[in-house]
Nanobody
Framework: QVQLVESGGGLVQAGGSLRLSCAASRSPFSINAMGWYRQAPGNARELVASIRLGGNTWYADSVKGRFTISRDNSQNTLYLQMNSLKPEDTAMYYC????????WGQGTQVTVSS
């Protein structure tokens, strides 16, 4: 099992930046993959970015070039650096980790005003 706690959300103007953090209760070296999902009201949860154990990353087309996923293995922490934010990035952002199944955090709200 793994516990995940997100932080770093908030209200920001369009064009601004935020960095989300996800503190994991175990080393990322023991986790197959980690990722950030988001869900806006009325929409399905979607994968925004992911990073695998070997370091390979993946990004949704909507965030490529603006978001960067990274991890600090010494701190058991996953990050999502979000730049050039747009109002359509407004959503609840969830950290997720894949062991034998996926585990989820409680989420952190990101609101981008126009």
């Amino acid at each position: 099992q793994v516990q995940l706690v997100e932080s770093g959300g908030g209200l920001v103007q369009a064009g601004g930046s935020l960095r989300l953090s996800c503190a994991a209760s175990r080393s990322p070296f023991s986790i197959n993959a980690m990722g950030w999902y988001r869900q806006a009201p009325g929409n399905a949860r979607e994968l925004v970015a992911s990073i695998r154990l070997g370091g390979n990353t993946w990004y949704a087309d909507s965030v490529k070039g603006r978001f960067t996923i990274s991890r600090d293995n010494s701190q058991n922490t996953l990050y999502l650096q979000m730049n050039s934010l747009k109002p359509e990035d407004t959503a609840m952002y969830y950290c997720a980790a894949q062991l034998l199944r996926w585990y989820w955090g409680q989420g952190t709200q990101v609101t981008v005003s126009s």
